[in-house]
């Protein structure tokens, strides 16, 4: 069947979380004369948030514990003496921050406007309810969005089957004239593909990828050759 409906991911796949949150954490550890590395923060800070996003996508740890907790590792394994008041405060305020930088990645409005008198956009997120469509808003993409379905919205986190059936239940579209498009193989591609949505992997850095039942893409403006 012929697609009808795209579905996107926002974080890491139109929007560029990493420039953005390097650019909060910039911003928020002046204001608050966090007097650290920048540079050494981030390399000890982003694998440990990916590990506590995995947490968090499993229902193994609460958002309050993920913000908190990802903060308080990373300030321990730099040796950075800071109170638990003063990491709670950094959680809030980064929340805060982020949506106001806008930052995505290449060629992401060209695309939009490709795809956008073809067939209806919509996004999918894990990301936090009260941010998401504040960063779309920021980025001047929104317009482009028929539904912003988000996992706080349903109750539970890609790649649970219920977000994609929610999903495709509120776009009024069905399974098999549908595809994915995201960055995460376990929660984006697999979580599509195990509800029957076509899905298309956006690998930006290129990485090894096992072999697999799925496309991939190292640029948005690949998205053209598949639709």
């Not at 960063?135 to 706080?152: N, R």
């Not at 995460?184 to 195990?194: F, K, T």
């Amino acid at each position: 069947m012929k697609i009808q409906h795209v579905f996107f991911d926002l974080d890491h796949t139109l929007w560029d979380f990493e420039k953005n949150s390097d650019l909060t954490f910039q911003k928020i550890f002046l204001k608050q004369n966090i007097n650290i590395n920048l540079k050494e923060f981030l390399a000890i800070y982003k694998p440990l948030n990916l590990k506590y996003w995995k947490l968090y996508r499993e229902e193994k740890i609460s958002k309050k514990e993920l913000r908190y907790s990802r903060l308080k590792k990373t300030f321990d394994e730099m040796y950075y003496a800071i109170s638990d008041d003063l990491i709670n405060i950094l959680a809030v305020e980064y929340i805060n921050c982020l949506p106001h930088f806008n930052n995505l990645f290449e060629h992401t409005f060209e695309v939009l406007e490709y795809l956008k008198n073809k067939y209806e956009l919509h996004i999918i997120t894990n990301g936090f309810e009260e941010i998401q469509t504040k960063k779309m808003a920021s980025s001047k993409i929104l317009p482009y969005f028929k539904e912003v379905i988000t996992s706080d919205s349903v109750g539970v986190k890609k790649p649970n089957a219920k977000v994609f059936q929610f999903a495709l239940k509120k776009a009024n579209a069905k399974a098999e004239n549908s595809i994915m498009i995201g960055d995460s193989i376990e929660a984006d591609i697999l979580g599509a593909i195990n509800v029957g949505m076509k899905a298309l992997h956006c690998n930006f850095e290129n990485k090894k990828v096992a072999k697999n039942n799925f496309n991939s893409i190292t640029s948005l403006k690949e998205i053209k050759q598949y639709l």
